[in-house]
């Protein structure tokens, strides 16, 4: 039901943003109205939060003195991009020339931690990070520190200075590491308790439970790992599983009780809501249903699937039993930043597997499908009244090529694939974080 247009007060809006929009309300996949889309539209804020989204010509007049007003017109607003998993520390070591993933872990990745023992260090690329989120159109990120509790410290607060929504967590890791990243069972969960009574929950802020992955650590720490998510039922886990085929196998030797990989974590406990698991190429069908029933979600994470040469991720197969997905740039393994190349990644991948990814599933996928993923989604995901104004301002004609592209394209559908396709950091004209605009591309 349309609401009729009246005089807004101070009380009701001190910010309005005038552009297209689009945002969703349920997966395009099961539901023909699972999106709304206005092509002149008026979204009204108040102290960062979405108060209504009308039509603009009914509402432009209507703005309250002294209110803030963005004037996007031609342009295409979105909720922020949420990324399911990622890797600041590796951002520096982005494109290393091609391995396999556990080569490339101690060859690229180990190294490259350790210098994370320097606070200033660490402070640094957390910055740099935060920064080439914002560039890219992304609001909300799980990501993965180092072992060392100051990197947590240092993405916190990088990400709370730009109101970003962060998931993070410490890694975990007391084995089958270079000794400079091994913790111990012990420290592992005298940092993370002191770690999480002093970030989670903090403003935007969750913490993660984040053991690497099954190789690195012990049947104690995993036990650690889920002492801790007994301990505060809401916090997060985050780890990898079934990425790599020679992974699978170094896994089997070393849990040789388990069933498979992910039973690995799922005898630990460690499966469940707000468990999110990256890669998950290689799972069975019994593991998929397990996961299904769990609640735990998937990262999807194209761009590192195909650098390093893991395997192609079965959206169908997830799909078909409801599984909880994100897409994922997995940054350093992953190749990009942006969540509109992971995008164009995922489409191939499915191309490749016989299988079909829409342009509607695929920004459902990064923005409501993601935040439902996380569990965040009466938080943030779209634009209904209420949730925290997090969106980014799109540039469908960036580029020459683009702008060639959509002068030919007849369909909201044809624009949003042609985006997904050909669009980078140059499509994203701003990025407001609760309603506040903490990027602006440079002119």
Known sequence: MSVVPSPLDNNSCD?????????FNADPDRRGDAFEYLEDGLMILKQGRIQMLVNATDWIDYLPDGSALYDYSGR?????????????????????????????????????????AERDHADRIAAFFCEQMLANGTTTSAVYATVHPQSVDAIFEQAQQRDLCLIAGKVMMDRNAPPALCDSVESSYRDCSELIKRWHLQGRNHYAVTPRFAPCSSPGQLEVCAQLLNESPDLYLQSHVAENRDEVEWV?????????????YDSHGLLGPRS????????????????????????????????????????????ALGIRLGLATDVGAGTSFSMLQTLAEAYKICQLGGQRLTPLKAFYLVTLGAAESLYLDHRIGNFTPGKEADFVVLDLAATELMQCRMDNASTLEERLFALMMLGDDRCVQATHVMGKRQYSRPN
């Open 15 to 23: 910010t309005a943003i005038r552009a297209s929009f689009l945002h």
């Open 76 to 116: 295409l607003v979105m909720p922020g991009f949420i990324d399911a998993h990622t890797h600041y520390p590796q951002t520096e070591m982005i494109a290393s020339h091609g391995l396999q993933l556990l080569d490339w872990l101690q060859q690229y990745t180990f190294p490259t931690e350790e210098k994370f």
């Open 276 to 319: 999110i698991y990256g890669h998950c190429i290689h799972l069975d069908q019994q593991d998929r249903e397990r996961m299904a029933a769990s609640g735990a979600a998937i990262a999807f994470c194209p761009t590192s699937n195909l650098f390093l040469g893991s395997g192609l991720f079965s959206l169908e197969d997830a799909s």
């Open 252 to 264: 089997a030797r070393l849990f040789p009780d388990s069933r498979s990989y992910l039973d690995v």
